[in-house]
């Protein structure tokens, strides 16, 4: 069933850059994600959580009011065991990176990885103290050997607690405690959500979704916070560096190497690689200036917030950069990685390179990655995108590209409010507290075609930040506000609010910071765990005047997100459409799902998940959660008028220097 009309690339994004290699691909007569998402409608029956397809006697669509499946499953329970499966399978792929990246650690540990080192050994320490693993006078490969198999445990642990859980705060794991959703171990909670869901198992729609929290939580405060961890160890915890971000990152003169996916394992043997002597040699015997490396996806924010490597975009962008005939190799390890990439690499030269043990795509070269051999796959890899460059015929690189400055780490927004001596939250909470900052917000998540490209993510992040709402943003959204400019500091500062600008100004940060790839979500539960031990802003997150914003989501894994913050004490609202609204005007009972894990959780744990497709609404509710939030903690109201004059001599002084000056003076980060 096609759309009665087709977008034009203005209505299907909008990036200047999207659209022009949309329009390029109309005339080229290649399909996209955007052209495939006009001609396939949604199933309405589907998208509505409304099918169940768990057993051979079905699939049954439960579409009028009292319809039950074959087995007698009724909307509800099909609607929870379809939400809990999608959480499951989203807790599965963040977790399973996780255990990745622990396997790294524990062979860098034993020196059987070929390339790696471990970098952040003050994170390295910290992050065994907080399981009293003993780390005076210890090599970091001692440390780094116990907390590997430590980690390593918890994926298969079968009784007690995932130890991860204990960095939670204390009021937040004593709900956790008597609702008996702490994780025991992460594994098995992703089993039980599936045994729970097979034919003839848990059928009681709360019930379900008690254990979806209990899974949600084993990737938040577990897996996902062990990706997170082991990468910093590994490769360094971010901090400011300068990046870019678009298709413009992408250079006519260079061999064009494009790493998508997730796991920085990967993706960082792979910038090594390309500033090995041995590589740029052979680059330039091939007649090319050298590897010019960009990433897509999560991958993208790992190299860049560590290394300032150029994000060529975010998910709908991983087509539109082989359109652009440029890219010699797109190198990718696993998630969100679209399996239209070789059906429209053959229309170019562009080779599509598979190197995880889990992920093949026919018709995809595959070179398998593995640690012992991390660095040799690397320049091979390096090696086969070169020979390719013969190969390339006309190309097409959009002129737009953004600068931005990521790599807000928790740890980095301690030590940048109270710099080296003082590193605290109190600068971050009393602002709050005084209502210079009114809230903060989380807004995440992917591109879905199904909606404007980046649209709803920066027409939310502009609006919240008008009002005083300080923005931290992960995956895909962060890209898309480094796309269109607002993550740098001093541009666009004048569009917000005065007392969010006086707080960026004094401290010298932009009103949104850019805090790294999808697993890395567990750094927003770090700082608002760190928030609520600073004191003054109430004793468990969701007392805390925050909310997170999913606005273009699409994929499982944030819903798993969306799911183990709302655990946490956040309100979490997802745009688009919902996999549990049910058809209400043709089954009046078709809500209770909804419900539950609105008003149902949010009695249970402060939290609630709502989906709601007016970007407007969510912007009011958002608002509405953050001020009710200040009034249960007795602070003032929000009144903008009584901020934004201080220091303004300097202000005046700063904004008379030319931008790139300007830049200098403010963050002391050269501009290029
Ligand atoms: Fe994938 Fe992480 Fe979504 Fe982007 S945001 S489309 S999950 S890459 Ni996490
Ligand atoms: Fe139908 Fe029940 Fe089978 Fe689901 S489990 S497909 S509702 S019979």
Redesign the pocket.
Known sequence: MARKKKRTPQEQTIDPAAQEMLIYADELGISTAFTRADNMMPCNIGATGMC?????????R?TKEGH??????TID??QA?NLIRAIAAGSAAHSDHGRDMAFTLKAVANGEAEGYVIRDIAKLRHVASNYDIPIEGRAPEEIADELADLYISQFGQQRGEVVIIGRAPENRQKIWKEQGVIPRGIDREVVEALHRTH??DDQDPEHILEHAIRTSLADGWGGSMIATDVSDILFGTPAPILGEANLGVLKDNMVNVVVHGHEPTLSQMIVAASQDPEIIEYAKAAGTEGVNLSGICCTANEILMRQGIPAAGNFLHQELSILTGAVEAMVVDVQCIMQALVGLAENFHTQIITTSPKVKIKGATHIEFHEERALTTAKEILKTAIDNYKNRGQTKIPNVKEKLIPGFSHEYINYMLGGAYRASFRPLNDAIMSGRIRGVAAIVGCNNPRSQQDYLHTYITKKLLEQDVLVVETGCGAIASAKLGLLLGEAGLDKVGPGLREVCETIGIPPVLHMGSCVDNTRILTVLTQMVEEGGLGDDIHQIPAVGLAPEWMSEKALAIGTYCVASGVYVIFGGSSPVSGMPDRMADSALVAEYISTGWEEIYGGKLEFIADPDEMISKALEHIDTKRADLGLPEYKPELFGRSGDTRMIELEALPLEARRKAIYGVAAD
């Open positions: 169940c397809k768990l057993c051979g006697m079905g699939p049954c439960l039950t499946g074959v087995c007698g499953a329970t099909i065991r034919i003839g």
